[in-house]
């Protein structure tokens, strides 16, 4: 049986969420998968139709989502559905939604020098099925500065401060790029990397990236499944919602 994938793509047109939606999907059915791309988020208020595929992919940069909505995916994903974004579409869906950036793993909050800025990914040192043979590229697109998760697995990163802006007070540091991380028994993938569709054409690591990572989000389920893993270990915390 194919697995199954929900994109859902819409707020700011300016991250050409038409043209990212219809790669990922395409990624995607190269890989098996039966796609539904919707441009709307009320699919997300039947939890448990959301619950019966494998993956989510946000294709969704700013505007809002609504309480139920978030609760819905914060239960698919803690049930073993994957997560999986890039760039804005993700980590700059809904920003008044604290619950969406915990999921998530990190949160936009600049992009010093607008578009246009050229700057190095470094691929972390270490075994891992999503970079497993790749090495260091160079972007040149928006430079995301986010606000991310100490819990998160981080699979690539790139220097900061790249040009003068008021962060430049501080130390140098490793933004993350590309990470991983669990929510429940669901996984997480996201990257930094995509401001326009085109990004991943000039940078070819940047889609191979993104294809293993979405796969990678896509196999929690038929991992927990396979393990006997199941969520009542989170419950409790669930309730407090």
């Not at 600049?110 to 090495?135: F, R």
Request: charged share 20%; net charge negative; aromatic share 12%.
């Amino acid at each position: 049986m194919s697995k199954k994938a929900w994109i859902i793509q819409g707020g700011w047109h300016g991250h050409e969420p038409t043209l990212t939606s219809k790669r990922f999907a395409s990624l995607l059915e190269k890989n098996g998968y039966e796609t539904e791309i919707f441009d709307t988020l009320t699919v997300l208020e039947d939890l448990d139709a959301l619950m019966q595929i494998d993956l989510l992919v946000s294709c969704w940069t700013m505007g809002e989502i609504s309480d139920e909505q978030v609760k819905n995916v914060s239960k698919a994903v803690g049930a073993g559905v994957g997560l999986a974004g890039c760039h804005g579409g993700m980590c700059d869906s809904f920003r008044e939604s604290t619950e969406w950036q915990f999921i998530t793993g990190g949160q936009w909050v600049s992009h010093p020098g607008g578009d246009g800025i050229d700057y190095m990914v470094n691929i972390c040192k270490g075994a891992n099925p999503i970079t497993e043979g790749l090495e260091d590229f160079p972007v040149c697109s928006e430079h995301y500065y986010l606000h991310v998760d100490p819990a998160i697995e981080v699979l690539a990163t790139t220097r900061f401060p790249i040009v003068n802006y008021y962060h430049i007070s501080n130390k140098p540091v490793d933004m993350p790029v590309t990470w991983t991380k669990f929510w429940g028994l669901g996984r997480v993938f996201y990257t930094s990397l995509g401001h326009h569709d085109d990004v991943f054409d000039k940078s070819p690591n940047a889609e191979i990236m993104m294809e293993r990572g979405m796969l990678w989000a896509g196999e929690g389920k038929q991992y927990a499944a396979d393990h006997g893993l199941t969520t009542e270990r989170f419950e409790n915390s669930a309730k407090m919602y």
